[in-house]
């Protein structure tokens, strides 16, 4: 059987986010922006020419990525709750430096700053996680899929698939942007980022 399709969704913008602080497993709201840029992908996933009903809808636990994906599926025309959840899908543990950002980190910490970047893919956070750890629980979550598949996490959990599913070496990972308003598609190997005006244009278009 061919590997599923994977459509991912990060969470839309919290307020941590917009402040450019480390959330980690901190439970935080979307705001406004985030609530937005979640319908934006709902669009963009309605606007795909997929019967999106005979899909499995899997979450992070966490309040941001439910909330998150019940706009999503409402955007795509889908009940709201209609999802599971996988705490193996909770972003990337960052212990004691959650709440803080990279600036207060340096500030407060800076041997420890300078060991994570001169290794981000390796270094844990003081009482967290490195992504190998957490490659390690997505890939179990891969592994146990069915079927084409949506999932909204965080960017940690999307990083760590592209590096498993999207042939990016792992070694880029920790320095990849992860956008909040897009839909990163993985298939066969490679993958492809969706916006909701190109995906409506492609509709338009065929």
Not at 35 to 47: H, I
Not at 57 to 63: D, K, N, T, Y
């Amino acid at each position: 059987m061919p590997a599923p399709t994977l459509l991912l969704i990060r969470h839309g913008e919290t307020a941590w986010n917009a402040q450019r602080l480390l959330q980690g497993r901190r439970d935080i709201a979307l705001n406004d922006t985030g609530r937005g840029q979640a319908a934006e992908s709902g669009l963009c996933l309605k606007a795909l020419p997929l019967d999106l009903s005979t899909w499995d809808f899997v979450a992070s636990p966490l309040a941001r990525t439910r909330e998150t994906m019940e706009i999503v599926r409402r955007g795509a025309g889908l009940p709201a709750a209609d999802y599971r959840l996988d705490e193996r899908l909770v972003e990337i543990h960052f212990g004691e430096w959650e709440g803080l950002s990279w600036e207060q980190i340096r500030e407060q910490a800076p041997g420890h700053y300078e060991e994570r970047w001169a290794d981000p893919l390796n270094y844990p956070a003081p009482g967290g996680e490195n992504y190998p750890m957490v490659f390690d629980r997505v890939e179990a979550v891969l592994q146990g899929l069915t079927g084409d598949t949506v999932i909204v996490a965080h960017a940690g959990i999307l990083r760590s698939v592209l590096a498993l599913r999207g042939g990016v070496d792992p070694a880029r990972i920790p320095l990849i942007e992860i956008p909040q308003d897009r839909v990163l598609v993985v298939r066969g190997g490679g993958f492809a980022w969706l916006q909701a005006s190109t995906a409506l244009h492609n509709q338009t278009a065929t």
